[in-house]
């Protein structure tokens, strides 16, 4: 197994929904705290110059998911991402953190569990580091190259979008670095530069070894390969209901993607404050969009990375064939909490 490493040269963006037109201007621009697994398996078709030959998106997807095996990954593509901090001066903090809600990271090792919750540390609660979008405006640009004109702004394509930027509670700005445990060869294991994410944002992508991930190898599985016990989300959850209402509150037998859950604990909680019911959350996820098929992906159900929950062994002959592409694709990677 090897180390995945990607390393953002510049604020990242990172949907979860789609970037706003100028119809929408009031809406939001939500980001992820870390690559989409269908922006992560994008990214890695581009630099392994991976050709599809499909007509619809969703065909798209497993298709991409078996031009990746054929290149030397597993099932699933990738496991994680782990996340590590670089402080300014280029000092990393302290061991790995992983998502506990939405818009914030905690170390690993300040995750307790106690009494059925996971709990974050009261005393280790400063080093958390914060997810805060900064709110921007595109343009599209109309250049003059035939016509004569000077390069002018185009009518009708401005829009907005969000950048992702990382702070420690204390106020320290932090560059994140996502570990992911993989099979996948690159050319040569060379260090590369291409474009992650939305607005074409720079991120550098080398493949070695990281001798602390491989302490946290056994605990990462994926939905297929759980054992009972608890886990935390590191990649969003995807959920399929058969029906238009759904809710976290209670477990739908209806919903796919769900079969390998006994119960949604949701987020961990800071350890004394009084909280004995952690919150848990439905949000909707874009898969993305299609640079190949120059086509938007659908838009489907998740429970957020952080999301903490009970798991049970399952028979992967039951799994729905969309929701066992997307977590091969590396949906649903889970941490087992000790």
Request: charged share 25%; proline share 6%.
């Amino acid at each position: 197994m090897k180390t995945l490493i990607i390393q953002p040269l510049e604020p990242l963006v990172l949907s979860s929904t789609p970037i706003a037109s100028p119809d929408s201007f009031i809406g939001s621009h939500r980001v992820l705290g870390a690559p989409s697994p269908t922006t992560l398996a994008g990214f890695l078709g581009s630099i392994l110059g991976v050709n599809l030959n499909v007509n619809t998106v969703l065909d798209s997807l497993e298709a991409l998911y078996n031009e990746l095996r054929l290149r030397g990954a597993s099932d699933p593509v990738v496991k994680g991402p782990l996340v590590k901090f670089v402080k300014m001066g280029g000092r990393e903090l302290d061991g790995f953190y992983v998502s506990v809600s939405t818009k914030e990271f905690a170390p690993i090792d300040a995750l307790v569990l106690s009494e059925g919750i996971c709990f974050i540390k009261r005393d280790r609660l400063e080093e958390n580091v914060l997810v805060e979008p900064s709110f921007r405006l595109g343009v599209k640009l109309k250049r003059g190259y035939v016509s004569g004109e000077n390069k002018t702004v185009e009518v009708g394509y401005m829009y907005k979008y969000s950048t992702s930027f990382y702070k420690r509670r204390g106020g320290e700005v932090v560059t994140p670095l996502f570990l992911y445990a993989t099979k996948i060869n690159l050319d040569g294991d060379k260090c590369l530069i291409g474009s992650l994410g939305g607005e074409g944002r720079s991120v550098k992508v080398y493949v070695g070894e990281d001798s602390e991930l491989r302490m946290y190898a056994d605990r990462l599985s994926d939905p297929r390969e759980v054992e009972e016990g608890c886990y935390v989300a590191l990649t969003p959850v995807p959920v399929i209901p058969d029906s238009n209402v759904y809710t976290v509150s209670s477990h739908n037998p209806d919903a796919k993607g769900l079969e390998f859950v006994e119960k949604i604990v949701g987020f961990p909680v800071v350890q004394g404050e009084g909280v004995s019911v952690p919150s848990k959350r439905i949000e909707r996820l874009s898969l993305g969009y299609s640079i190949a098929l120059k086509a938007r992906r659908p838009m489907i159900f998740m429970l957020p990375p952080g999301t903490v929950l009970n798991c049970r062994k399952i028979k992967e002959t039951k799994v729905n064939r969309l929701i066992k592409t997307l977590w091969s694709l590396g949906f649903a990677s889970l941490l087992k909490l000790n």
